[in-house]
């Protein structure tokens, strides 16, 4: 099935800084979006500017009330991006330290047992672990299925008791590329328990689109802005009203249920407009919706659909180039046919340490990544006896012509093996 985005895609890529070269080695194809997507142009335009602004908010000056103003519409940006009517979203160092600080008032805050699943990225799972030892309470670890590289609502509910008052939930991950079901995760959760404060890591699945927190029924979410084509540098977190009510860290005396704290970066605020008008542009390029939160959905839909065929080609190959499933000694993780892959393929090869391939693959301008059996990756490889395996991550910009040069570098390290 041809890809929706293929008629668009020269357009697409004009619009990201490094598409197809590399600022310190030259040409390359870039199959590293899950380590940090590419940069927008106009987020790197935008990041610039307001960096040169010396002005504070808060002021009583025309510049300190236009980036009040600045900041205020971001919000509401945000608001359309991720579907959340209610809440407020706030800004901070990274997406990990504001998993922390989410999870760390939901924990001290509720006082009860904290669940989780195996499946999750440290920056949640590490951080459940440790304010549930801190609060003295327990933990109840879920664990996912090692086979096809994912957790189900049927797991959470299986391990759920009423006394669960904290949860967190992965929502794709960047060890296997899968895509959690959410809202099915937070229904079975609050169907034993309905008053669990639960956040979402949402840091992986950002760039593939299809975020919707009022459909999910959760108290918090957080996604990493490098990642879903902004810059480094800050992170994005939503929390439900319920959870801003808990007691947080503030400064004495000053506005209650607020989660800043000290100067916002108007800059960084100013950068995630530019990625809800990118998807705004892409969701009016590929359907006639009038409605900016329908074209952003749109957006998604075309994102997926474009993905799952570079995918698709990557697992099962094109004209008379073979496959990876097709490659001897290839093992996929989470599976060859998945409908739950999200824009990454990771894989071993018998023979050949993934070391060696990600640096084969290097020379030849081909950027993937390993993945280690470490505190990072080690809950998806150790339970498959795996030492590290090679991820190759996708974004909608990448093309099937880049996807084939892939698969001749791998055919011929096939071949000579």
């Known amino acids: 099935m041809p890809s929706p985005l293929a008629p668009l895609l020269e357009d697409i890529r004009a619009r990201f800084a490094h598409v197809d070269e590399c600022p310190f080695a030259g040409p390359r194809i870039f199959f590293e979006n899950a380590g940090g997507a590419l940069t927008l142009k106009s987020a790197v335009e935008t990041s610039a500017k307001f960096a040169a602004i010396p002005d504070n908010q808060g002021r009583d000056n025309p510049a300190a009330k236009a980036l009040v103003g600045i900041i205020q519409t971001a919000k509401a940006d945000m608001a359309t991006f991720f579907n959340a009517p209610s809440g407020q979203f706030f800004v901070g160092e990274s997406g990990t330290e504001l998993l922390f600080r989410l999870i760390r008032t939901a924990v001290m805050g509720a006082k009860g047992t904290v669940i989780g699943s195996t499946i999750e ?25 090692a086979a096809r590289g994912l957790v189900t609502a049927q797991d959470y509910a299986a391990a759920m008791t009423s006394d669960v008052r904290v949860a967190t939930i992965l929502h794709t991950s960047p060890v296997t590329g899968m895509g959690m079901d959410i809202a099915a995760i937070s229904q079975a959760i609050r169907a034993v328990s309905p008053d669990c404060l639960i956040i979402v890591d949402g840091i992986q699945h950002a760039s593939h689109g299809g975020i919707d927190i009022a459909a999910a029924g959760i108290d918090g979410y957080v996604v990493s802005p490098y990642k879903v084509f902004s810059r480094h540098g800050y992170g ?57 939160r329908a074209r952003i959905e749109a957006a998604g839909h075309a994102i997926h659909a474009h993905e799952k065929h570079l995918t698709d080609t990557m697992l099962n190959g094109t004209g008379n180039l073979p496959g990876l499933t097709d490659l001897p000694g290839v093992q996929i993780i989470g599976g060859d046919d998945n409908p739950a892959r999200e824009g990454l393929v990771c894989f071993v090869m018998d023979g050949m340490p993934a ?23 080690g809950n998806v490889l150790d339970p498959l006896g795996l030492p590290a395996a090679v991820r190759v991550s996708l974004c909608h910009y990448n093309s099937e012509a880049e996807v084939t040069a892939f698969l001749s570098a791998m055919k011929k390290m096939s071949d000579d093996a």
């Open 355 to 377: 070391a060696d391939i990600v640096a084969r693959l290097n020379d030849q301008g081909i950027r993937t990544h390993v993945r280690k059996a470490d505190h990072y990756s």
């Open 236 to 292: 994005v977190a939503w929390a439900s009203d319920r959870l801003s009510k808990l007691p947080l860290e503030a400064l004495m005396g000053g506005p209650s249920e607020n989660w800043e704290m000290g100067t916002r970066d108007t800059g960084a605020y100013a950068t995630f407009s530019d990625v809800v008008a990118y998807f705004d542009w892409l969701g009016g390029q590929v359907s006639d919706a009038t409605d900016r």
């Open 121 to 145: 990225h440290p920056a949640s799972r590490s951080a459940a672990q440790i304010w549930a030892k801190n609060a003295g309470v327990d933990y109840i670890s879920v664990p996912h299925d």
